[in-house]
């Protein structure tokens, strides 16, 4: 006998938009754009116009499961897109601009993108592109004022549309990886995961959002789902204030105009901030947060932004994780640590939230203690986290759900998680990843190359940039310039290395594999000139 019983309510992200336009209509979104533009919405702005899109989108021939790809910077018709797109029930496609031209056209062909809206300054890539593009039918410039552009296509439509509705287990979103071997993975998120992931990522030890938070993600609509701020935003009725450019004279205007609270992106966005302040003495006068992701924040970095009165957040996920992993909350015990201490807390990679499991094991899978000494393969699971890669034939999950991250790392008794490796050899640039491998197979290629390794340098303001190392064939003079002119047919423009060194040897293991540890640890006080 049942006594009693709760509404069966689909979680569909839909729901998010609706209770942001319903209860926080008139909060704000501000967008720069990139001719120096400001415009201005809301949220029940967005809701209507999202609306209209997906009636555009129907009328189109549309059927819910379709990819719609965006490639753009962050302005409000980006975030109308992914709202339109998935309340007709679409699947919104994410591309990165700065991928080379062979993943672009591998990802959005494997996506099978049937709609393309993109940003004007792309239009060149658009056009380069367009050939090999085999499944877009529709291509829509977001910031075209004519006919054909973004903003007509929603002055055609009344908005009197209803969202799709159907089980919360449907996809919603596809976000690809880049920097591993081999071709970028879709990671295809669902309903009910992405609107579980916002619900914890409002949390105060994650990303602490309300009504009273204005917030400026200097991370990119088109990096990991940009963190998940526009989901949380929307269910915290937080104010959002987008810029399609990381000029830190303009992010500052912005923040001290707009009374910007929170912000969110690569520790390098704070380097160019700091440049900023030293040279004219403005400085963000309102922050209260910045969460740090992509790449680990300098200490020196955290110290000064903590000196200006902000909270420090380092955010450690990956696309597989939706992306939040772990957030740097402060401990109950923070106000008796002394600043070294703090610093040191707020330099590891954070705290586990509810909805993540992590543990570390050995390389028989055995689990290992969470004493904060012993190192070994970090492991996650949680109804946030990818199960099986978009297409693929197998799970990505052993039977118990885990997903093996590539990442060495350490856990504190205390829940804290700390990175001290990487089991993949990939270069993390700018919060970017570039494929050692890659670039190597790329420099193999080169007349005169006869074996090549590349590894990541520790730079100031990029965290890590590639050294290339090489061994010519016998009688060669290929030279650095020959091999750069080469890999620059191949590889992305900052895939470059910042140099190229010439060796008689490189090390190797027993089966022949290069022996990168070695080289790391070769090279581990090697000064770039670009770092001077």
Known sequence: MTLGAMQDFELRVMRLLDHAAREHGGRELVSYWADGRETRTDWAGIHHDARKLAQWLEKQGLVPGDRVATLAMNHHHHLTAWYGTIGMGGVIHTINPRLFDEQLVYIANHAEDRVLFY???????????????????????????????????????????????????????????????????????????????????????????????????????????????????????????????????????????????????????????????????????????????GSAAPRAMIERIMGMGATVKHLWGMTETSPIGTA?????????????????????????????????????????PRDGITSGRLQVRGPWVVKRYFKAEREAVDADQWFDTGDVALLHPDGTMQITDRAKDVIKSGGEWISSVDLENAAVGCPGVGEAAAIGVQHPKWDERPLLLIVRKPGSNVTAQEVTAHLAKHVAKWWLPDEIVFVDDLPHTATGKLLKTELRARYKDYKLATAA
């Open 328 to 368: 740097g909350a402060p401990p109950p015990h923070w106000d008796d640590l002394s600043r070294d201490e703090q610093l040191d807390h707020v330099s590891k990679q954070g705290q586990i939230p509810f909805g993540i499991e992590l543990r570390i094991v050995d390389d028989a899978d055995a689990v290992l």
């Open 119 to 293: 940003d004007r300054q792309f239009q060149p890539l658009v056009d380069r592109l367009k050939p090999q593009w085999t499944s877009i039918e529709h291509y829509v410039a977001f910031d075209d004022e004519g006919p054909a552009g973004f903003q007509a296509i929603l002055d055609g439509e009344d908005g009197d549309y209803r969202w799709h509705e159907g089980p919360e287990r449907d996809p919603c979103m596809i976000c690809y990886t880049s920097g591993t071997t081999g071709n970028p993975k879709g990671v295809q998120y669902e309903h009910r995961s992405t609107v579980i992931h916002a619900m914890a990522a409002v949390a105060p030890d994650l990303l602490n959002l309300s009504s009273r938070a204005v917030v400026l993600p200097v991370v990119p609509l088109f990096h990991a789902a940009a963190w998940g701020l526009p989901f949380a935003c929307a269910l915290s009725g937080a104010k959002l204030v987008y810029a399609a450019t990381n000029d830190a004279a303009v992010l500052c205007r912005l923040m001290n105009q707009e009374k910007v609270t929170h912000s969110a992106g690569v520790p390098t966005v704070w380097l160019a901030m700091f440049q900023h302040i030293d040279a004219t003495g403005q400085r963000p006068e309102h922050i209260q947060q910045v969460v740090i992701g």
